[in-house]
């Protein structure tokens, strides 16, 4: 696709072009990070010989429209028409788009745990508090007596990283698990109320915390539901990240019934790993509820309109985990196999602003 094509990818001004021009340049150090990282991600999969007949491939996949070397890999893109390249969102395009659909204000709301709880608050359902320093040690204790099992999140990082389920029980007293927990996450974290979800999410996997991400793009005040994914956890493991082990299914927006599903490692499955709950057409509950749900928490928030929320069903409803300024769209793509540049470019062609 040419730049002229490109632009109307995105609402463009002149300085979201500038910064889309700055970013299809090819860095000088493209081969050694590109070497790096299919060696780090990719560990054994690849011999050097490969990589070095891939490279010529991924430039080009760069430069037209900002492929990192894992989109090369995990769009199987060698294999793909130009045709058929063109409609995968890229890295560089993700990047983009988050950049230019929500604000500076926007995404410093949504990429604080603590900021972003305060914001959506009555949406939470259970308490949370956030500690950084060993002044807020008295916080803690009367957080933990009233809550003797928490959640610890810590500040700053995502796809799962760092969060555990907590108990007094592990340490001697609390002083100590305080200090522990300063010293596991010296940046801070925050620490919240344990979620208990409903039976139905619960039977997929009774140790994680089973939840909904779905993707927003709010343009002229009309919300698009771009994708849904349901991710369970699996292993025993707390979290349900794909990232960190889980599993992640293609939800139908229209019908919400899981169409595919896969592991960590992409592989397509039909049944749980772990539980052997079928996946294939599990129906998501209260559904209906859910996007009114999803509808409501998008119109609560000004200078963001591109927004992942993760989303748990409890005995009492849907409750809002987190949201999310910079939603990952490489798991759904690579799952259904289909890219989501055409429905990004036909929502941005009908709600462009003059551009």
């Known amino acids: 696709m040419s730049i002229l094509g490109d632009l109307w990818a995105v609402r463009w001004n002149r300085k979201s072009f500038a910064r889309y021009l700055d970013k299809k340049r090819l860095p000088e150090d493209f081969d050694e990070k590109a070497k790096k990282s299919l060696s780090k991600n990719f560990p054994g999969r690849f011999t050097d010989a490969q990589i070095e007949e891939m490279l010529p491939d991924m430039r080009k996949c760069y430069r037209k429209s900002m492929f990192y070397p894992d989109n ?54 259970r308490e949370m508090i956030l500690l950084k320093t060993d002044e807020d040690f008295d916080a803690f204790a009367q957080f933990t007596a009233a809550h003797p099992r928490f959640v610890t999140k810590p500040l700053g990082l995502s796809c799962g990283t760092g969060v555990c389920l907590k108990s007094l029980e592990d340490a001697g007293c609390p002083e100590e698990l305080f200090m522990i927990l300063r010293l596991q996450y010296p940046d801070g974290f925050v620490i919240e109320e344990p979620i208990v979800q409903s039976e139905d999410m619960r039977r997929l996997h009774p140790t994680s915390v089973n939840t909904i991400r779905a993707v927003t793009l709010k343009l002229k005040n009309e919300l698009k539901i771009i994708f849904m994914m349901l991710r369970i956890g699996q292993g025993g493991s707390f979290v349900d990240n794909g990232s960190a082990g889980g599993v992640f299914c293609a939800v139908d927006v229209e019908r919400g019934v899981v169409t595919a599903a896969a592991d960590h490692t992409h592989a397509e499955i039909s049944v749980h790993p772990t539980t052997g709950v079928p996946l294939i057409g599990f129906e998501i509950p209260e559904f209906d509820k859910l996007k009114a749900f999803i509808c409501t928490l998008a119109d609560g928030i000004e200078g963001a309109d591109f927004i992942g929320w993760d989303l748990a069903h409890t005995d009492s409803g849907w409750i809002l985990v987190e949201a999310n300024s910079s939603p990952q769209m490489n798991s759904i793509q690579i799952l259904t196999g289909e890219g989501l540049k055409p429905t990004m470019q036909k929502l941005c062609r009908k709600y462009r602003f003059g551009f």
Do not use: M, W
């Open 72 to 125: 090369y890999v995990l769009f199987h893109l060698a294999t793909k028409s130009e045709r058929e390249r063109d409609r995968y969102v890229s890295e560089g395009f993700h990047r983009l788009y988050t950049s230019i659909f929500n604000t500076a204000q926007g995404r410093a709301i949504l990429r604080s745990k603590y900021q972003c709880y305060q914001h959506f608050r009555p949406y939470y359902h």
